[in-house]
């Protein structure tokens, strides 16, 4: 799934892109390259995107702690959609992920953190730090098939 995502981003015309093969791994790349955007699998070892997310935004650095993350995964079921989304992320598609989706997601972030300025992920009414606006419809986020073993992949941008 990595190499097809790079195959993917890189044709969009993005000029580096960093891999990592797990979260330890992407943490230091983070760190160490400050990327624009990440690009996430929810299942990863040695811990799976949840704790990735709450390591990336209890950060101190606000750079680091406000990264965009766009979470890809074969399981986007409720529970797993809600719980991202209260950890901090940008957005998320299930896989399979078409390019223009995967295109359209990222360029949506980055307009967004541009207009509005960096925050650490997308605001609901419940959450805090919420002000109002339209409620997200999270039933589109759902694969339409059953969730296949998928390897576990992590771009950051």
């Known amino acids: 799934m990595r190499t097809i995502l790079r195959s993917v981003v ?27 955007i990440v690009l ?11 704790d990735f997310l709450r390591i990336l935004r ?3 650095d606000p750079i680091i702690k406000t990264t965009p993350v766009l979470v890809i995964t074969a399981h986007a079921r409720r529970p797993i959609i809600l719980e991202a989304l209260n950890i901090g992320i940008h957005g ?6 078409a390019p223009a989706v995967l295109y359209r997601h990222i360029g949506e ?4 953190q541009e207009l509005q300025g960096r ?7 419940g959450m805090p730090g919420h002000t109002g606006g339209s409620v997200l419809d999270l039933s589109s986020m759902a694969p339409d098939q059953p969730a296949d073993a998928e390897d576990q992949s992590l771009a950051l941008l």
């Open 10 to 36: 890189g044709g969009f015309g993005v000029r580096t892109i960093c891999e990592a093969t797990e979260g330890a791994e992407a943490l230091e790349l983070v760190v160490d390259r400050k990327p624009d």
């Open 109 to 112: 972030i980055l307009q967004r």
């Open 92 to 97: 998320l598609v299930a896989k399979p992920v």
């Open 58 to 60: 209890k950060d101190t």
């Open 119 to 125: 925050s650490t992920g997308i605001s609901m009414p």
């Open 40 to 50: 996430c699998d929810w299942n990863m070892s040695p811990f799976g995107g949840a």
